[in-house]
Antibody, heavy 118, light 107 residues
Framework: EVQLLESGGSLVQPGGSLRLSCAGYGFTFSNHAMTWVRQAPGKGLEWVSVVSGSGGSTFYADSVKGRFTISKDISKNTLHLQMNSLRLDDTAVYYC???????????WGQGTLVTVSS | SYELTQPSSVSVSPGQTARITCSGDVLATKYVRWFQQKPGRAPVLVIYDDTERPSGIPERLSGSSSGTTVTLTISGAQVEDEADYYCYSTADNNKGIFGGGTKLTVL
């Protein structure tokens, strides 16, 4: 059974940085593309970033490009999202997802809350 | 354009058929996934590749596609189907797209 467990969410001031992690269990990490999806309070789902199975290809939403960096440590079955220059509108629950298909978002973690506030 | 449009809300009585549409130019060539999200919970995949149902998803949920519009149909809707539903597809620029979400009310 595929399991994804996010961690690292917390309260951070505008302009600050935060690193989210997602531990994966029950699947071959190198065979799965991993995607971060976020959901602001009371709002819909927003695609954030994707990394390929090997970790060699990455893409970002325009809203986070240049500020966020996605990466995966295949040896530790862990996905990361380094978030810099955080803004108030980055406040959201961040979900880690996985799929055997490129850009698929089939398996989801429970989410981790990031609050950007002064 | 890389947008997916859904109605903001759909309301049916128990036992009726609910239909939720998702429209967008990319749907002419890309598959859609549908997700169900209940309050405080992570989204759950209910339909993939426009019409396929993952194991464990009730048969009353089905998907169909025509041109640039895909439809999630819930036949004989039950109270437990009340949730937010999101369509999702992909663009040629290697990015994902979510629809704005549809709140389904069953009462």
């Amino acid at each position: 059974e595929v399991q994804l467990l996010e961690s690292g969410g917390s309260l951070v001031q505008p302009g600050g940085s935060l690193r989210l992690s997602c531990a994966g269990y029950g699947f071959t990490f190198s065979n799965h593309a991993m995607t971060w999806v976020r959901q602001a309070p009371g709002k819909g789902l927003e695609w954030v970033s994707v990394v390929s199975g090997s970790g060699g290809s990455t893409f970002y939403a325009d809203s986070v490009k240049g500020r966020f960096t996605i990466s995966k440590d295949i040896s530790k079955n862990t996905l990361h999202l380094q978030m810099n220059s955080l803004r108030l509108d980055d406040t959201a629950v961040y979900y880690c997802t996985a799929s055997e298909k490129w850009l698929g978002v089939d398996y989801w973690g429970q989410g981790t809350l990031v609050t950007v506030s002064s | 354009s890389y947008e997916l449009t859904q109605p903001s809300s759909v309301s049916v009585s128990p036992g009726q058929t609910a239909r939720i549409t998702c429209s967008g130019d990319v749907l002419a060539t890309k598959y859609v996934r549908w997700f169900q999200q209940k309050p405080g919970r992570a989204p759950v995949l209910v339909i993939y590749d426009d019409t396929e149902r993952p194991s464990g998803i009730p048969e009353r949920l089905s998907g169909s596609s025509s041109g640039t519009t895909v439809t999630l149909t819930i036949s004989g809707a039950q109270v437990e189907d009340e949730a937010d539903y999101y369509c999702y597809s992909t663009a040629d620029n290697n990015k994902g797209i979510f629809g704005g979400g549809t709140k389904l009310t069953v009462l």
